[in-house]
């Protein structure tokens, strides 16, 4: 028994488990994980790409792909507001300057983070997952 299909199908699951707090923005490390295991998940279909069928490995690889691109700037700005404090440190003469931009960076990351509970939410979303989730048990 190959156990890739069923490895990966778990780490999809786990991925979706975290779909609920990062759309309720419990923590930034809710969409690293996510990020984290759909890479991690992806990597493993090229790296071991001869071993899965190539029609799933054109179906896991976009949907995947499209799955994490939705996150990018979340993540992005997540990692400069977790780190906030530390800028201000490292330029205490500058905190004003910083803090406005800090603040700027904050409501962007909030208006990103509706976007992506929005798309979480969508149709389309549960279409790629449909897709993903599809495909894996097809490799089984």
């Not at 069923?6 to 779909?19: G, I, K, M, P, T």
């Not at 990351?109 to 449909?130: I, M």
Request: aromatic share 8%.
């Amino acid at each position: 028994c190959f156990v890739l299909p069923d490895f990966l199908a778990r780490e999809f699951e786990y991925a979706r488990s975290l779909e609920q707090g990062i759309m309720d923005n419990l923590h930034p490390e809710f969409t690293h994980q996510y990020r984290v295991t759909l890479r991690r998940m992806r990597s493993l279909c090229v790296l071991l790409s001869e071993v899965i069928p190539c029609f799933e490995l054109a179906i896991l690889k976009p949907h995947l792909k499209t799955l994490m691109k939705q996150t990018n700037l979340l993540r992005d700005l997540d990692v400069f507001t977790l780190d906030t404090n530390q800028y201000l440190a490292m330029l205490p003469e500058q905190h004003s300057s910083l803090t406005r931009i800090f603040a700027d960076i904050d409501a962007m990351k909030n208006a990103e983070q509706v976007r992506v509970a929005s798309w979480l939410a969508s149709l389309a979303y549960q279409t790629h997952c449909a897709m993903v989730r599809n495909s894996l048990e097809r490799t089984k």
